[in-house]
């Protein structure tokens, strides 16, 4: 159990447009999901913690308006890169967690910018 | 803020062999937990195994056990008996607060290489 997908693996976009992509517990109930960022051959870095219906908390540094998201079920949670440059272009990560339990790891997507 | 401390960005080491990576880490909390994640090839983060910081008795997870010093603050991870599929992106990571509630910070990470 505690299986998170994300969708899509892999997106290419052209600089300027929008791209949303998705993070799903597919057997739990998530009460609060995060996004994170991977630039290559570096670690993680938390962008936002988000719990259902409320707003995300963005951590310092990371653009609101840039990277939305949104929570609107306990299965779901959306990452939407607005406007997006060539700078943008990372791995994506979300995870999941159910209340008191660890967080799981969606598989991940990779944004390229062009 | 939390911080994790990896200092070894790469490792390498012979089939079977043993190896100890190693974490530091800083925290304000009295009640915490402590994890390694593996990051193969295909970038699915893995939980290893985790440590709670208010058992004495280091966790073991198989061919996986850690060395939780908590005066110290470390945090080393032993992989026995390596095997190629170990080879992979190790991380070490603590919650900001208690188990299950918030953000992790990760450690800069650890390449580990197993050597046929």
């Known amino acids: 159990g505690a299986v998170v997908s994300q969708h899509p693996s892999w997106v290419i976009c052209k600089s300027g447009t929008s791209v949303k992509i998705e993070c799903r517990s597919l057997?739990?109930?998530?009460?609060?999901m995060f996004w994170y960022r991977q630039f290559p051959k570096q670690s993680l870095m938390l962008m936002a913690t988000?719990?259902?219906?409320?707003?995300?908390?963005?951590e310092q540094g990371v653009e609101k308006d840039k990277f939305l998201i949104n929570h609107a079920s306990l299965t779901l949670s959306t990452l939407t890169v607005t406007s997006a440059h060539p700078e943008d272009s990372s791995f994506y990560i979300c995870s999941a967690r159910r209340q008191t339990d660890e967080q799981y790891f969606g598989p991940g997507t990779r944004l390229t910018v062009t | 803020a939390q911080t994790v401390t990896q200092s070894q960005p790469e490792m390498s080491v012979q089939e079977a062999e043993t190896v100890t990576l190693s974490c530091t880490y800083d925290?304000?909390?009295?009640?915490?937990?402590l994890f390694w994640y593996k990051q193969p090839p295909s970038r699915q983060m893995i939980l290893v195994i985790r440590?709670?910081?208010?058992?004495?008795q280091n966790a073991t997870e198989n061919r996986f056990s850690v060395n939780f010093q908590k005066a110290a603050k470390s945090f080393s991870l032993k992989i026995s008996d390596s095997q190629l599929g170990d080879t992979a992106m190790y991380f070490c990571?603590?919650?900001?607060?208690?188990?299950?509630?918030?953000?992790?910070?990760f450690g800069t990470g650890t390449r580990l290489t197993i050597i046929p």
């Open positions: 925290t304000s909390e009295n009640n915490y937990y």
């Open positions: 057997d739990f109930q998530a009460t609060t």
């Open positions: 988000s719990n259902e219906g409320s707003k995300a908390t963005y």
């Open positions: 440590q709670e910081a208010y058992k004495q």
């Open positions: 990571a603590s919650p900001s607060t208690n188990f299950g509630n918030e953000k992790l910070t």
